[in-house]
């Protein structure tokens, strides 16, 4: 080994309260080549690069840059010792131009023309450069997100960043964006950048990076060359053990529609179509899943069918025609029509976060007649109760129907919200990433829930963002990229290999 | 897991920004060469040392419970109610209204009518900032100050103008008709041979607001609309996925609080001055936030702090009447009590928590 | 002729009453801008008006005086950073503590100084503002509009002070301090609302009275709003509300001018009522500082 390494991570640990989101990290990563760091959600990748970023302090260990020992108590001192970082969700003021967020932070002197002059003249050079073309005086809110992306790129290098960190850089690009900022890398890499990548994708893992280190639970397993190691090697790290997850179940027996939806178009507050006249239909004991990248209209699909989100078309809910912009276009509606509705944010949406377990119950089912004492009151004793038998059965731990959500963990969180809506006997669940942020052992159980849920002959709707899980779950897959749906497979008759494409939006016959 | 036991949140940390308000309002006293420890023994003497103190510092007590409720109701929805007094100043013209122009046979049907008149008119007011932050996005506590402004400006019109009796150079109403004049609790607690003092304002309408506080307690937390009110106020987003409509909780919550502040003008208008005068509220609207953050929206909390601020209006009159401090101490003290338990609250929670945590471990 | 006069009369008392407004706007302005909801206007005005009229008393100068109610006023400022941005408590809740931390100390201070019931004594010549002062502060006040707006849109600070406005996120990360950011903002609001209120009791009048401000602070904020939170837009605003102040002065005026009575409350209430429709989005959308009103809580 020639050169110091551009950046070395050694023992840094770091906990919340009783948890400990980082324990005893080390890596080394050498210059002008890209880093994967590879983990599930919650693995404590984000928190180890907010240390290197200075938000956080580390409670032990050290940081080298170029063999230097650094302390980044603040952004600022992670900046002046070269680190630049693309978060996830951009840091950009909206009203201000590409140029004025630029040189925010980074102005030459008091004055702010002479700097917008310099930068501007650095930007067309940076532009040509790494293909970083962006119109310095565009609003960053008439942007696209992939625009955007490339501003926040921009930043860095304009505070002359040598590591260049990304924070699931892809999760919002269209695979052509995401093909872009690749080239972009690649570019960046070849100009001697080190690059780190933070994702919980495989694929692009395996496509840019040259070494990678895998984090599970606050804890770095392993750190090894792209080149010695495969996919499935990689997801056995990630999770810990040889699971590709496999839910028991035996093969639907579908029976009528339940679900028709027909020509729906959606069209959000800000006026961006996100659902683009789809057709779809779920049958009673069967599960469909909407396999697609975030932010391609799954999430303001199940907006609609929830009933908070206004849109055009037909859905008919066992052949009867759902008001989609109506006085009976709300989520009270909805529930009374036999629609369970499990929210992809729980945290946002499915609970209050401050209220009671038994609160929580009765949330969205308030009006339920059993849940009344008389016509004025409701009956709490008897939602305690039934709060208390539903934790019993779905094993929420501690069984304690007065505790706030807040104090329970992510997977029996879900597991009450889960007990909320599929007690309900629903004709139609619909769930969004059911399993985000929950543990192994909850995900099994939440697997096969929603299984014997379909086994009674009901219809579910599931979103997810994680292929594996669609595929696991669902007897058959829609794919959503842009609004649409791009086609519908049967699990036995895909693979991942298809889906991604179509996820892409790519169709057979483009490609 | 919890920072800290839940009856440390809901009563240490309020006693605690209180103990901070009161010694910073001793030093304040200490300042001005006066001794707080005598200021505190005449507040006490004058304010709960005879039923006639006792009158006054209830009647207070009265007013601000109002308020209070109507500022937690609003709080409840996560909407800041700043328009209490507005509108207590158009329940007053409510209750004017109602007085001086229908006929009452005896005063427990004028009470009835009149407190639904004032109910109406303060939520009335109140309705309109409602339905400009709920359709329009209009910020809520920009219109609700605003509002203030206007209600004193109409108020001002009126009483100048076409509710002033002919002849009158006072900006104020005549007097209400004798029908319309409320029992105080002189008589009331003379029906059962306790005595209490005749001069006292003190009246029924103090029955009245402890029942209101009875009403919004279990409207908050026994039925279907207090949990719909209370999931808004938590979150927007979740409300939504519940079927709630924002715009519908926004309205009633307002229209409850606008109507709770209106409602306040049974007891200083109807009972006490028994006609309407300029500028009646005084200030007891804003006092009611102090009221509020002090007794967390709770309302068997907003009992208890309308009562200490009873105590601190009386308390604050007599030491005005006997020392060199004006009743403007009061003023400084309710800042105290809105600074610490409102906008300082972090100040006093976060090392408390801090000490929770640590003895905790000690525990562990 | 005559009618010239008059106007210019009116004109100049527009101007005089403007001045207060039009400090005080911009001191909320700087404060908005920078994402610190300041109702607490008022408050400090009426601070700077007793300290300046106070000190004024004691001293004999009226520039002692002066910095006194900047003292004062930048003192208040100082608890309104402390609970909005150190301890990320309640904007709002914390300028109404403020409001009425003014209104209650000033006259209990009052008291116990002058014991003229709340009151400063009347000030004499060297204890206040001549005409010719008077005259400078209106200028001072004129020339801070342009002021304002170059260093807000010309200068580093401003640029760094309108950003963390909109998003703090977007300034931390930038690797610039947003606490410290935002306490110059807050300051600079202090020192602004400190000649306001020194305006009022050493220039347009003689001394302090009890709650002498009256809404002139929450004229000020409707202003702000009515201004949209630009600079020249507020020059605009004030003087409009100003003249609305000068003219419910002359009810005589304007029943020559337009033929009828128009009531003097009609004209008290007028600006709130414009905010209103403004807020309503009738006249244009008055969109607020993206990050207004909310405490920066440090996130990945």
Redesign the interface.
């Known amino acids: 080994m020639t050169q110091a390494p551009a950046l070395e991570l050694k023992g840094i640990s770091k906990s919340f309260g009783p948890v400990q989101a980082n324990k005893d990290i080390s890596i080394s990563v050498q210059p002008g080549t890209v880093h994967g760091i590879i983990g599930e959600n919650g693995a404590g990748k984000s928190t180890l690069m907010s240390i290197l970023y200075g938000f956080y302090k580390a409670d032990a260990g050290e940081i080298f840059i170029s063999g230097q020992k650094t302390q980044i108590p603040d952004s600022q001192a992670a900046i002046s010792a070269g680190i630049g970082m693309v978060f996830q969700h951009f840091k950009l003021v909206e009203n201000f131009t590409v140029l004025e967020n630029v040189v925010l932070g980074a102005e030459d002197g008091a004055m702010l023309r002479p700097s917008l002059a310099k930068a501007r003249k650095l930007l067309t050079k940076l532009a040509d450069e790494y293909e970083l073309n962006v119109d310095p005086d565009a609003k960053i809110e008439d942007l696209g997100v992939g625009m955007q992306q490339r501003v926040e790129i921009l930043k860095a290098l304009y505070r002359q960043a040598d590591i260049l960190i990304l924070d699931e850089p892809t999760g919002v690009l269209t695979p052509a964006e995401a093909d872009h900022l690749f080239r972009i890398l690649e570019n960046l890499r070849a100009e001697g950048k080190t690059i780190i990548l933070i994702t919980h994708k495989l694929r692009e893992i395996m496509e840019i990076t040259d070494t990678v280190s895998v984090m599970r639970r606050g804890e770095m397993t392993a750190t090894v060359k792209t080149s010695d190691t495969s996919p499935e090697e990689l997801a056995e790290l990630m999770v810990g053990r040889k699971v590709l997850l496999r839910v028991d179940k035996k093969p639907a027996e579908p029976g009528v529609p339940v679900l028709e939806i027909a020509n729906l178009t959606m069209v959000d507050s800000d006026g961006v179509t996100r659902v683009k006249g789809i057709d779809l239909n779920v049958r009673a004991g069967e599960v469909v899943g909407i396999a697609g990248v975030a932010g391609n209209g799954q999430s303001e699909l199940l907006e609609v069918l929830g009933g908070y989100a206004t849109a055009t078309g037909t859905i008919r809910l066992n052949g009867e025609e759902l008001d989609l912009t109506g006085k009976h276009s709300d989520g009270q509606s909805r529930r009374n029509k036999g629609i369970a509705h499990v929210p992809e944010d729980r945290q946002r949406e499915g609970l209050i976060m401050d209220f009671s377990a038994w609160e929580n119950t009765a949330f969205g089912y308030h009006h339920d007649p059993k849940y009344q004492r008389n016509a004025l009151f409701m009956d709490n004793a008897a939602i305690k109760k039934d709060t208390q038998e539903k934790m019993d059965r779905f094993d929420v731990r501690p069984p304690d129907p007065n505790l706030a959500a807040k104090n329970f963990s992510g997977g029996n969180q879900q597991k009450i919200v889960l007990a909320r809506e599929i007690e309900r006997n629903p004709e139609l669940l619909l769930i969004g990433q059911p399993t985000r942020g929950v543990d192994i052992g909850a995900i099994e159980f939440i697997h096969q829930q929603i299984v014997a849920l379909r086994d009674q002959g009901k219809a579910i709707l599931l979103v997810s963002v994680e292929l594996e899980e669609i595929l696991a779950l669902s007897d058959r897959i829609a794919v959503m990229f842009d609004g649409q749906i791009m086609g519908e497979r049967m699990p036995a008759d895909t693979d991942e290999k298809e889906l991604g494409l179509l996820m892409a939006g790519v169709t057979e016959g483009a490609a | 897991m919890e920072k800290m036991p839940k009856w440390a949140d809901v009563v240490l940390v309020p006693i605690i920004s209180l103990l901070l308000a009161a010694i910073l309002s001793a030093i304040v006293i200490a300042a001005i060469g006066e001794s707080p420890w005598a200021a505190l023994k005449l507040m006490v003497e004058g304010s709960l040392g005879s039923t006639y103190g006792w009158g006054y510092t209830l009647y207070y007590a009265t007013n601000f419970m109002f308020t209070g409720l109507a500022v937690a109701v609003a709080f409840h929805a996560r909407m800041f109610n700043i328009g209490g007094e507005g509108q207590a100043a158009l329940g007053g013209l409510g209750v004017a209204l109602v007085c001086m122009f229908i006929p009452f046979p005896h005063w427990s049907i004028a009470l009835l009518v009149a407190a639904i008149a004032a109910g109406l008119f303060g939520a009335v007011w109140a309705a309109i900032p409602a339905y400009l932050q709920a359709r329009r996005g209009s910020h809520i506590v920009i219109t609700t100050i605003m509002f203030n402004f206007i209600a004193s400006a109409l108020l001002n019109f009126l009483l100048i103008g076409a509710l002033k009796p002919k002849g009158s150079m006072e900006p104020a109403t005549g007097k209400f008709p004798e029908t319309t004049h409320l029992p105080t609790l002189h008589d009331i607690l003379g029906v059962i041979g306790i005595p209490f003092s005749k001069a006292a304002p003190v009246n029924v309408s103090f029955i009245i607001a402890i029942l209101a506080c009875v009403v919004v307690w279990a409207l908050i937390w026994k039925t279907r609309l207090g949990l719909e009110i209370r999931s808004y106020g938590e979150s927007e987003p979740g409300a939504k996925y519940a079927g709630i409509s924002p715009f519908k909780i926004i309205m009633i919550s307002m229209f409850i609080s606008g109507g709770l502040a209106g409602m306040m003008a049974i007891n200083n208008v109807m009972g006490e001055a028994e006609r309407l005068v300029l500028n009646s509220v005084e200030g007891a609207g804003f006092i009611g936030i102090a009221v509020a953050l002090m007794g967390r929206s709770h309302p068997f909390g907003v009992f208890l702090a309308a009562i200490l601020f009873g105590f601190l209006y009386q308390g604050g009159a007599e030491l005005a009447l006997w020392t060199s401090i004006p009743r403007e101490l009061i003023i400084v003290i309710q800042a105290l009590v809105i600074l610490f338990t409102g906008a300082l609250d972090n100040m006093v929670r976060t090392p408390l928590e801090a000490v929770f945590l640590s003895l905790r471990k000690k525990g562990a | 002729m005559e009618s010239l006069t008059i106007l210019l009369e009116v004109f100049n008392s527009s101007l005089r009453l403007a001045t207060p407004l039009l400090l005080a706007c911009l001191a909320g302005l700087f404060s908005e801008r920078a994402g610190i909801f300041d ?1 607490g206007l008022e408050g400090k005005m009426l601070a700077a008006a007793f300290f300046s009229a106070a000190i004024a008393a004691v001293t004999g100068s009226v520039w002692i005086g002066l910095l006194a109610g900047i003292g004062a006023s930048l003192a208040l400022a100082g ?1 309104h950073g ?3 941005i150190t ?8 300028g ?6 003014a ?3 000033t ?3 009052a ?2 100084w002058f ?1 003229q019931g ?1 009151r400063t004594p009347s000030l004499g010549d060297g204890a206040r503002f001549g005409p010719l002062g008077s005259q400078i502060f209106i200028y001072v006040a004129l020339m801070t509009v342009p002021a304002s707006w170059w260093v807000l ?8 002070l ?2 963390v406005g ?2 703090p ?9 947003v606490v410290r950011l935002r306490f110059a903002a807050v300051a600079i609001c202090g020192v602004l609302c400190g000649i306001a209120g020194a305006y009022l009791s050493t220039a347009l009048q003689a001394g302090f009275v009890k709650d002498m401000t009256a ?1 002139r602070g ?1 004229i000020a ?2 202003a702000l ?1 009515f201004a949209k939170w630009r600079p020249w837009h507020a020059l605009g605003a004030c003087f409009l509300f100003g003249f609305l102040q000068a003219i419910s002065l002359r009810p005589d005026l304007i029943e020559a001018v337009i033929g009828f009575k128009v ?1 003097v ?2 004209l ?2 007028l600006p ?2 414009l ?2 429709v403004i ?3 009738f006249v244009g959308s008055a969109i ?1 500082p ?1 990050a207004g009103g909310a405490p920066y809580v ?1 996130e ?1």
Not at chain 3, 96 to 101: E, M, S, T, W
Not at chain 3, 153 to 160: K, P
């Open positions: 109702i608890i402390l609970a909005s301890f990320r408590g309640d904007q709002l809740i914390s109404v503590a403020i409001n009425f931390l209104a209650g100390l006259v209990l201070i008291q116990s014991q709340g849109f010309r200068t580093r600070f401003g640029l760094r309108r950003a909109e998003n996120a977007a300034v931390d990360t930038a690797g610039v301090n809404g929450f904020l409707a709003i009531q409350q009609l008290d209430a709130y009522i905010t209103v807020l309503a989005g607020p993206r440090k990945r």
